[in-house]
T-cell receptor, first 115, second 115 residues
Framework: ETGVTQSPTHLIKTRGQQVTLRCSSQSGHNTVSWYQQALGQGPQFIFQYYREEENGRGNFPPRFSGLQFPNYSSELNVNALELDDSALYLC??????????????FGPGTRLLVL | AQKVTQAQTEISVVEKEDVTLDCVYE???????LFWYKQPPSGELVFLIRRNSFDEQNEISGRYSWNFQKSTSSFNFTITASQVVDSAVYFC????????????FGTGTSLTVIP
């Protein structure tokens, strides 16, 4: 069974640029959630995708957007990067079923540094 | 308001000592789920346990045990006979049926086991 994978592992961008992060979900999982983890903090929920549609969003501005593909992999896009966007971005997959809270399994993350 | 509080920011213990990590949560839901994750220096969050609000039985898994008490809204985690490999940041998380699909994470407790 393949776990959650993310790419790239590290990324350096400058303020104002755009970035795309990618995530492949664990085999058999149809739900992907994205989290931002600033240094020394717990992960903060960005949004979740279930069967290719956004299924919940945290307190993040619209410049954070995402996609889920038919194979359940996902992308996180961030436009107009700001210095505060520097963080570890974690993707988690789960076998989503409406009304239940399935365990989320996390990938290794992408470390983004905005200069 | 913080839904999950991990008051212990950092803990250091000597190998073979027992250590308890505290987690206090806040919710108005009657149905919710609690989780513990371990984050080693590599960054990937590793799932340890999932508990639903209707199951207050304590759980033991090897050297790990969990004490869930609804009366005090706590879900504490004990490591018995700690080992150096237990050194990591540990996160407690809450998922509520009412507020959608996001996980609310605490700020984490950094555990250092000294050989």
């Amino acid at each position: 069974e393949t776990g959650v994978t993310q790419s790239p592992t590290h990324l350096i961008k400058t303020r104002g640029q755009q970035v795309t992060l990618r995530c492949s979900s664990q085999s058999g999982h149809n739900t992907v959630s994205w989290y931002q983890q600033a240094l020394g903090q717990g992960p903060q929920f960005i949004f979740q995708y279930y069967r290719e549609e956004e299924n919940g969003r945290g307190n993040f501005p619209p410049r954070f957007s995402g996609l889920q593909f038919p194979n359940y992999s996902s992308e996180l896009n961030v436009n107009a990067l700001e210095l505060d966007d520097s963080a570890l971005y974690l993707c988690a997959s789960s076998a989503g079923t409406s009304g239940r809270r399935e365990t989320q399994y996390f990938g290794p993350g992408t470390r983004l540094l905005v200069l | 308001a913080q839904k999950v509080t991990q008051a212990q920011t950092e803990i250091s213990v000597v190998e073979k000592e027992d250590v308890t990590l505290d987690c206090v949560y806040e919710t108005r839901d009657t149905t919710y789920y609690l989780f513990w994750y371990k984050q080693p220096p590599s960054g990937e969050l590793v799932f340890l346990i999932r508990r639903n609000s209707f199951d207050e039985q304590n759980e033991i898994s090897g050297r790990y045990s969990w004490n869930f008490q609804k009366s005090t809204s706590s879900f504490n985690f004990t490591i018995t006979a700690s080992q150096v490999v237990d050194s990591a940041v540990y996160f407690c998380a809450l998922s509520e049926i009412r507020t959608g699909n996001q996980f609310y994470f605490g700020t984490g407790t950094s555990l250092t086991v000294i050989p």
